[in-house]
């Protein structure tokens, strides 16, 4: 499998904020961005290959999405994928081939993807494996945070909480979807009839288990920007949760083209919106990082 791998790297673009094209390194479950908010190289690990997820978020960039979770994942192919990968980063030219000047850095290993990564079935094995690879190539916790982007909606499960004890153990974080605060704008926004009680549920739970960021993105909807009462109502779950067990809210808007049905009914807020807004959620004590 190694020997694929730099012809793989080889034909890729160059990695900008606005494409996060699962294919660019041509491997079934490592990817590179090129991420706004990590502000360098994320290296993705994407257990979703088959576009399948749990939900159906309206500003998501995965096209072809359906509902499912994660097929049957082949470790010993991920192990290869990412040594590989992580090889031509580490000792090679991958980041001046492909990443722009002053970004060329690698600020985490992520689990992300096509879908709900913590559907899949050996999902803290996965997180066991990339733990040790990253200790194989020298890169600190510190330097190299390891991530784990979920929506939080199968924390509940035995398997997934293990994943996320090992993930804070090893000095990573969860980056945790909380997009509305009430169940007709969840239902709205991502796609499954929930009560933001179960969310926040979910939330605490997640973060008694690793240090956790909430993740919010926020747009205009058939024109409207979100209200006031839409934001309160959000904030409420955040406080049900726990503010203080949260290590804050990462506030960001649509980069991307959204490749869901729903796009046209989207558009982007403009920076000092997102920045009014951020302003609003700090009131209640929560660090705020605003991507727009």
Sequence with gaps: MNSSIPHAAGSAAALTIRNHDRDLAGLTYVYPVLSR???GVSVGINLN??????????????PDLV???APAIDLAQLEDE???????LVHGGWMARFVPEGLRVIRDIAFSGNGEPTSAVVFP???ALV?????EFGLSSAEVPLRLITNGSLIGQARVQEGVRLLGEAGGEVWFKVDGGTADAIERINGVRLEPESIARNLARCAQL???WVQTCMFRWDGEAPSAAELDAYLAVLEAAGIDALQGVLL?????QSMQPEAVRLAPLAGDELESIAAYIRKKGLTVRVSP
């Design 37 to 39: 908010r990590a502000g």
């Design 49 to 62: 290959p088959n576009n399948a997820c749990n939900w159906h978020c309206v500003y998501c960039q995965v």
């Design 67 to 69: 509902r499912g979770k």
């Design 82 to 88: 990412l040594r590989g990968f992580l090889g031509d």
């Design 125 to 127: 094995e996965a997180v």
């Design 131 to 135: 733990l040790r690879l990253r200790a």
């Design 210 to 212: 690793c240090p956790t």
């Design 252 to 256: 960001y808007g649509i980069a991307r």
